[in-house]
């Protein structure tokens, strides 16, 4: 059994040059937003990495195919799908073996990025451990898979719903390096700063990108998570979007919601609750972790 990659022409064309590549996800068009606005907007954040000097390639499981890069028309097909499986490291095999129709997260993104040979990834937070994981051990495959695959992700820290201060112990203990990108403290997703002090900081995406070069040289596993600050004009700083939060995870554990369907339930209700403020600063954060990532490519090739 051969390796199920299938490489975007644009894609296949930037491996044969040695152009910088930028790996993305595909979770944020199937389960981020309505169509068309996901496909108009994974459009935009592809444009941003070609903008700054990188191909992008946006990775999903069709037709028991890894796609590295996507089409226009399988971009419109993926947008536009129902019941697309949202995968991880524990069911990307599975899908690929049934030809179903899969979004990776962060740790499936990873994954597949790696053998594709894809240093860079760009996204909008990881996952983290969820608030009461001390009683439902509810911790993302994403902390365990930066812990072992060799890719440097670009995102705007963990996401805010999740218990932050135990998320940087768990990376701590994995041995994961922590950058913030030209500040000190570790950024809160839709807020730059979290209170908590972030364990590293860089100021250059050279210096990152030759972090990501001696890791490989010192032979030690794993990639790095680059916490890049939203932008200060898209900002919702943390004691206004703080008390949504909380209501919106009230409200799901009132309903019961767990496991996969937690992520998607308070992100919808945020937005909601935001009345469209929280998806907008998303966006905008994608946009610049594209940037940040496509600079720290360059640097890589």
Avoid: Y
């Avoid at 199920?4 to 199937?30: C, D, N, Q, Y």
């Avoid at 979004?103 to 990834?121: D, E, N, Q, S």
């Amino acid at each position: 059994m051969t390796l199920p990659l299938r490489h975007s022409p644009e894609v296949a064309k930037a491996r044969a040059e040695g152009a910088a590549i930028v790996a993305l996800e595909s979770t944020i068009i199937t389960h981020g937003m309505p169509f068309p606005q996901n496909v108009a907007t994974a459009r935009a954040v592809e444009a941003e990495v070609r903008a700054h000097g990188a191909v992008p390639a946006t990775i999903a499981i069709m037709g028991g195919q890894i796609h590295i890069g996507l089409t226009e028309a399988e971009l419109d097909q993926l947008g536009q799908a129902k019941s697309v499986a949202k995968l991880s490291r524990a069911d990307l095999a599975a899908c690929l073996a049934t030809g179903g129709i899969g979004a990776t997260t962060v740790a499936a993104t990873m994954i597949c990025a790696h053998l594709a040979g894809i240093k860079v990834f760009a996204t909008g937070g990881i996952g983290g451990v969820h608030r009461g994981a001390e009683t439902s051990f509810d911790i993302s495959a994403d902390l365990m898979e930066l812990a072992q695959t060799p890719v440097t992700v670009v995102a705007a820290g963990a996401k805010a719903i999740l218990d932050l201060p135990k998320t940087l112990e768990v990376l701590e203990t994995q041995g994961v390096p922590v950058i913030a990108f030209g500040q000190d403290q570790f950024p809160a997703f839709w807020s730059r700063q979290s209170g908590l002090k972030s364990p590293l900081r860089m100021d250059r995406a050279e210096d990152i990108a030759a972090a990501h070069r001696l890791r490989g040289i010192l032979g030690l596993p794993g990639g790095q998570l680059v916490a890049n600050p939203i932008p200060l004009a898209n900002e919702i700083k943390l004691d206004v979007i703080g008390p949504v939060i909380e209501a919106a995870l009230a409200e799901a554990e009132a309903q019961g919601i767990a496991a996969k369907a937690v992520t998607p339930f308070l992100l919808n209700r945020i937005f909601e609750l935001t009345e469209g403020r929280s998806l907008a600063a998303n966006i905008a954060l994608v946009l610049n972790n594209a940037r940040l990532a496509a600079a720290i490519a360059r640097h890589l090739i």
